[in-house]
């Protein structure tokens, strides 16, 4: 069982639909993170949220619109997609934004834009 | 600037065979961590280790096995008699072992296709 957990696992969007994912960490952390991971490149750090604060934003274009509403709860929302945003998002925590703690991730939610 | 190197695309062998992922790391800080995670088709990350950079001790579990060496500036990964379940992409990290703002970060490896034929 994993300690965090996303919702849907899969979701196939239109371009001009709004829709969210959802992720839920029960490990007590205190950093939450979405990540994309496109094929064939390298795992993208998108947003970093520290105590519910938004502490980074790696240039992510606006259609992506993350909330945070406590340290156990992480949302992507997602509107005016483009075909090229189809990919795994993979929502993690760990205890604190230190170097030395492991981050855990969730299964991630496979999003398909046509 | 931090930097993962796995070399190895792709990987495939025959079940019971010992398998090493390659991986080499590139850091300016004497103080970082380096990971392992394994990531089956369901797509989740999952953890398999943690190391710290003053800790060059060469760990198992199982038929896991993790050589740590600084002077190569590499951490090598050793699944020994393969099964069909081991058939997957495995990643290397590495971070900063300092907090807060902007210098945080986990840099990940391209990844190597693992898979074990029957």
């Known amino acids: 069982e994993t300690g965090v957990t996303q919702t849907p696992r899969h979701l196939v969007m239109g371009m001009t639909n709004k829709k969210s994912l959802k992720c839920e960490q029960h490990?007590?952390?205190?950093?939450m993170y979405w990540y994309k991971q496109s094929a064939k490149k390298p795992l993208e750090l998108m947003f970093v949220y520290s105590l519910e604060e938004r502490v980074e934003n790696n240039s992510v274009p606006s259609r992506f619109s993350p909330e945070c509403p406590n340290s156990s709860h992480l949302f992507l929302h997602l509107h005016t997609l483009q075909p090229e945003d189809s990919a795994l998002y993979l929502c993690a925590s760990s205890q604190d934004r230190a170097g030395r703690n492991t981050i855990y991730f969730g299964e991630g939610s496979w999003l398909t834009v046509v | 600037a931090q930097k993962v190197t796995q070399a190895q695309t792709e990987i495939s062998v025959v079940e019971k065979e010992d398998v090493t992922l390659d991986c080499v790391y590139e850091?300016?800080?004497?103080?970082?961590?380096l990971f392992w995670y394994k990531q089956p088709p369901s797509g989740e990350l999952v953890f398999l280790i943690r190391r710290n950079s003053f800790d060059e001790q060469n760990e198992i579990s199982g038929r896991y096995s993790w050589n740590f060496q600084k002077s190569t500036s590499s951490f090598n990964f050793t699944i020994t008699a393969s099964q069909v379940v081991d058939s997957a992409v495995y990643f290397c990290a590495l971070s900063e072992a300092n907090s807060g703002g902007s210098n945080y970060k986990l840099t990940f490896g391209k990844g190597t296709l693992l898979t074990v034929n029957p």
């Open positions: 490990l007590g952390h205190n950093a």
């Open positions: 850091t300016r800080d004497t103080t970082y961590y």
